[in-house]
């Protein structure tokens, strides 16, 4: 990607008055670290900006700055830049309408790594092969000589680690590696991210991961491994993190070509992850046909219908 792009976006960035930083509906740690980041950034260069998110971010990532400003409030009239941080889909922000109907001098920065899905942004910064959102960023301080401190250190290593689990996905490049290296002797505090990120597992979560192993069934015909998670499954406190969680460990099983875990909402859908930890399958071809998206090892979709428990299994009414 041209350095120019990125200087660019950091002169709009600095001529802005009233920022909006966006991300996805129930983020990830990934999702919240790049807010957090950029946010981090726009005080640096005493910004005013709003960070909005339809949810509230898990309690695990209160060592993150800013996370105190998260808020599903914003005046998007008064907002004169947005800053959209890992979206994969624009209906993700829950701000479709607003930023489809925008004016002339409300401009959009895009900072994403999943595939493109929407064509909205005046500047994108869509990098598909990298690890994380936060990667990018990276990219964007190290481009406009931002020094990086300890903050945006925690914020970029938090990404790449959720991201990747803990380095253990197919996205993990010699780059991740290097970053991640270079981010610790910045300050980021790794035992720290890891003991929010990947320990810090409520007894709610940890019961649910059971249900969902012991719901845990292989087609043999395709080496194809589903897992399933009913309403009365998922307590009111489980995080999108640690649903997530689980389709990146089962992934892993032995001899499987692909994994998909569906559980129900409350809304009526049903949300699938799908995961891939094999180099020759291509698990979002399959998110596509579902009418959903993603990365060639972790992808998702969403379809209407609900669980009903049959004799050999489940079916989808």
């Known amino acids: 990607m041209d350095n120019s792009l990125f200087q660019k976006a950091y002169e709009l960035i600095k001529q802005s008055k009233n920022i909006l930083l966006v991300t996805h509906e129930k983020p990830d740690g990934d999702a919240i670290a790049s807010a957090c980041a950029m946010a981090e950034i726009l005080e640096l260069n005493k910004k005013s900006f709003t960070i909005f998110c339809p949810d509230k971010p898990p309690f695990q990532y209160d060592y993150l700055p800013h996370l105190e400003k998260f808020s599903a409030n914003y005046n998007f009239n008064k907002v004169d830049l947005i800053i959209i941080l890992d979206c994969g889909s624009l209906k993700r922000t829950n701000l479709e309408k607003e930023i489809s109907e925008r004016t002339k001098n409300q401009l959009v920065i895009e ?5 493109k899905m929407d064509n909205y942004a005046d500047i994108e910064f869509k990098l598909s092969e990298a690890a994380s959102t936060t990667e990018i960023l990276y990219q964007f301080l190290k481009i406009n000589k931002i020094k990086i401190n300890k903050n945006l250190a925690n914020c970029i290593l938090t990404g790449i680690i959720t991201d990747t689990a803990n380095f253990l996905y197919p996205s993990t490049s010699s780059q991740t590696i290097n970053i991640s290296s270079e981010m610790l002797s910045k300050g980021a505090k790794l035992p720290q991210i890891m003991e929010n990120t990947k320990r810090n597992k409520s007894l709610t979560a940890m019961k ?3 249900k969902a192993m012991s719901n845990l069934k292989i087609n ?16 009111d406190n489980i995080t999108e993190e640690d649903i997530e969680g689980i389709s990146g460990f089962l992934s892993n099983l032995e001899n499987v070509s692909g994994l998909m875990l569906l559980r129900e909402q409350k809304d009526g859908n049903l949300k699938g992850s799908l995961r891939t930890s094999n180099n020759n399958v291509n ?7 579902l009418g959903g998206g993603g990365h060639a090892k972790a992808s998702g979709f969403t379809i209407e219908g609900k669980l009903e428990k049959i004799n050999n299994g489940w079916k989808i009414e």
Not at 111 to 115: G, K, N, V, Y
Not at 283 to 289: D, E, P, T, Y
Request: proline share 3%; glycine share 4%; aromatic share 12%.
């Open 111 to 115: 900072f994403d790594h999943h595939p």
């Open 208 to 210: 649910m991961w059971g």
């Open 220 to 235: 043999k015909k395709y080496n194809f491994a589903v897992s399933i998670l009913s309403k009365e499954d998922i307590d």
């Open 283 to 289: 698990i979002s071809q399959l998110a596509r046909l």
